[in-house]
T-cell receptor, first 112, second 110 residues
Framework: QKEVEQNSGPLSVPEGAIASLNCTYS??????FFWYRQYSGKSPELIMF????GDKEDGRFTAQLNKASQYVSLLIRDSQPSDSATYLC????????????FGKGTTLSVSS | DVKVTQSSRYLVKRTGEKVFLECVQD?????MFWYRQDPGLGLRLIYF???????EKGDIPEGYSVSREKKERFSLILESASTNQTSMYLC?????????FGPGTRLLVL
């Protein structure tokens, strides 16, 4: 069974710190990887996607992918209280007609 | 921008009732999905559809059915609601890069 694993947290960081969220996946053939943010009571929203090994930066967010280690991470620099949310890692199993595989999410709490 | 709407944000139903949850997209996307989300269990796929009148079971289809008569509309049906179907229900569509979610329906079955 294809799986995506995340630490459930909560991960607590002070305002201004770097938050590091990690995700591992089991399907070595996976080609695309996504990070969603979900505020309490709301639906998930896409914040980053990455296809190639290495880093991808978008503002305060950096996604990192290491396909050899089957590992994806999300770094949030200068964390703000508004970043407090659950972060879901998702993997495309790269089979036509199938859904993304989601991790259960990591809860991040940023204290001011 | 991709827009996905769901018929209700909050719904309260009684055990045994038939419940319809509707999802509508404003683009011509083929793939549509229904998930439920529960604390500690994450997102679980119930059903998905890759075209009109086509459907595929997800991980937890028991107690649910779906209907897709038009491309823009994907309905989730609880044939006889039970208390263990109390949950947040999320519809999603497959966009160019990834899935985009509707606002969700929080269903309480009493």
């Amino acid at each position: 069974q294809k799986e995506v694993e995340q630490n459930s947290g909560p991960l607590s960081v002070p305002e201004g710190a770097i938050a590091s969220l990690n995700c591992t996946y089991s399907d070595r053939g996976s080609q695309s990887f996504f990070w969603y943010r979900q505020y309490s009571g709301k639906s998930p929203e896409l914040i980053m996607f990455i296809y190639s090994n290495g880093d991808k930066e978008d503002g305060r967010f950096t996604a990192q992918l290491n396909k050899a280690s089957q590992y994806v991470s999300l770094l949030i620099r200068d964390s703000q209280p508004s970043d407090s949310a659950t972060y879901l890692c998702a993997v495309n199993p790269n089979q036509a007609g199938t859904a993304l595989i989601f991790g259960k999410g990591t809860t991040l709490s940023v204290s001011s | 921008d991709v827009k996905v709407t769901q018929s209700s944000r909050y719904l309260v139903k009684r055990t045994g009732e038939k419940v319809f949850l509707e999802c509508v997209q404003d683009m011509d996307h083929e793939n549509m999905f229904w998930y439920r989300q529960d604390p500690g269990l994450g997102l679980r796929l119930i059903y998905f559809s890759y075209d009109v009148k086509m459907k595929e079971k997800g991980d937890i289809p028991e107690g649910y059915s779906v209907s897709r008569e038009k491309k823009e509309r994907f309905s989730l049906i609880l044939e006889s609601a039970s208390t263990n179907q109390t949950s947040m229900y999320l519809c999603a569509i497959q966009g160019q890069e990834t899935q985009y979610f509707g606002p969700g329906t929080r269903l309480l079955v009493l």
